[in-house]
């Protein structure tokens, strides 16, 4: 139940194209879903976050789709160039006092 | 503000000897999580400290360890080292359970 399914577990996406990474949960009392990306030899650096009482939350080229009675949520990335190309990684929690729970990563090559 | 700094930045040691690791959370984050990253296993959660209390704990033996100092920064140790250990360890600091600010990790080479 503290797992997070994490897919594809990577991608190859052309430049100008639509990437898309899908998440799933089985504990309903995550309340917090975050998307970090990971530039090789860098820390992972939060990208865009969501919480369950929205069904979508856009920044820029990157969008979080929730759907909570699925118990799911996906990262689209609009329009993907070269330098979108990175690890990531979703994660939930269900509060401030419980630590994150990571999806195994994802390895996005977006070709030029 | 300063980010996360971690030391030192790579790391050689043999079989069977220890390692303590530094992070230097950004300034005011009273949180300070440590992870293992290996190509094949993702982030694998090792503990999180807060106010200098461990206050989570992930799946690690007890060769694993950490602690917190009153300004926040944290060490992690790894005694009786074994191949398996190499790896890059992160460090993340957060203010309230939000957003991890990640270092830029200690990649240790255990031969």
């Known amino acids: 139940q503290q797992q997070v399914k994490q897919s594809p577990q990577s991608l190859i996406v052309q430049k100008g194209g639509i990437s898309i990474i899908n998440c799933a949960y089985e504990?309903?009392?995550?309340?917090?879903f975050p998307w970090y990306q990971q530039f090789p030899g860098k820390g992972p650096a939060l990208l865009i976050a969501i919480r369950p009482d929205v069904s979508e939350k856009k920044e820029g080229r990157f969008t979080i789709s929730f759907n909570k009675s699925a118990k799911q949520f996906s990262l689209h990335i609009m329009d993907s160039q070269p330098g979108d190309s990175a690890t990531y990684f979703c994660?939930?929690?269900?509060?401030?006092?419980?630590?994150?729970?990571w999806g195994a990563g994802t390895k996005l090559i977006i070709k030029p | 503000k300063a980010g996360v700094t971690q030391t030192p930045r790579y790391l050689i040691k043999t079989r069977g000897q220890q390692v303590t690791l530094s992070c230097s959370p950004i300034?005011?984050?009273?949180?300070v999580s440590w992870y293992q990253q290996t190509p094949g296993q993702g982030l694998q959660f090792l503990f999180e400290y807060f106010s200098e209390t461990q206050r989570n704990k992930g799946n690690f033996p007890g060769r694993f360890s950490g602690r917190q100092f009153s300004n926040s920064r944290s060490e992690m140790n790894v005694s009786t080292l074994e191949l398996g250990d190499s790896a890059l360890y992160l460090c993340a600091s957060s203010s309230w359970g939000e957003t991890q600010y990640f270092g830029p990790g200690t990649r240790l080479l255990v031969l």
């Open positions: 994660a939930a929690r269900r509060d401030s006092n419980y630590q994150l729970i």
């Open positions: 504990n309903t009392a995550f309340d917090y």
């Open positions: 300034s005011g984050h009273r949180s």
